[in-house]
């Protein structure tokens, strides 16, 4: 089994800032990419940034500048700080992690189960 275990959501004021984590655990034999998306009510969910192991990263329009994607790979973690929060940011956000379990497995994508991210005016 294989779970990612999000933190760091809540509210806070247009300007502030969050910093989100997500931990992978369980049968890992390898992580290639790690990354977050959101979804606001009505809306479709679309990428906000990933991060490859080799550490190149890519950013949605919207936040590049002010959100910082990074992650960890001893501890199979990744971070989400995210600056300058604007009213449109608030969105559930939601980690992945594209991962082998063993050398002979396939990839795949695993999910987090989601951190509730509410900016107020």
């Known amino acids: 089994q294989v779970q990612l275990v999000e933190s760091g959501g809540g509210l806070v004021q247009a300007g502030g800032s969050l910093r989100l984590s997500c931990a992978a655990s369980?049968?890992?034999?390898?992580?290639?990419?790690m990354g977050w998306y959101r979804q606001a009510p009505g809306k479709q969910r679309e990428l906000v940034a990933a991060i490859t192991r080799g550490s190149s990263t890519n950013y949605a329009d919207s936040v590049r500048g002010r959100f910082t994607i990074s992650r960890d790979n001893a501890k199979n973690t990744v971070y989400l700080q995210m600056n300058s929060l604007k009213r449109e940011d608030t969105a559930v956000f939601y980690c992945?992690?594209?991962?082998?379990?063993?050398?002979?497995?396939?990839?795949?994508?695993?999910w987090g189960q989601g951190t509730q991210v509410t900016v107020s005016s």
């Open positions: 369980g049968s890992i034999f390898t992580i290639v990419t």
């Open positions: 992945y992690a594209d991962l082998r379990r063993s050398d002979y497995d396939s990839w795949s994508r695993y």
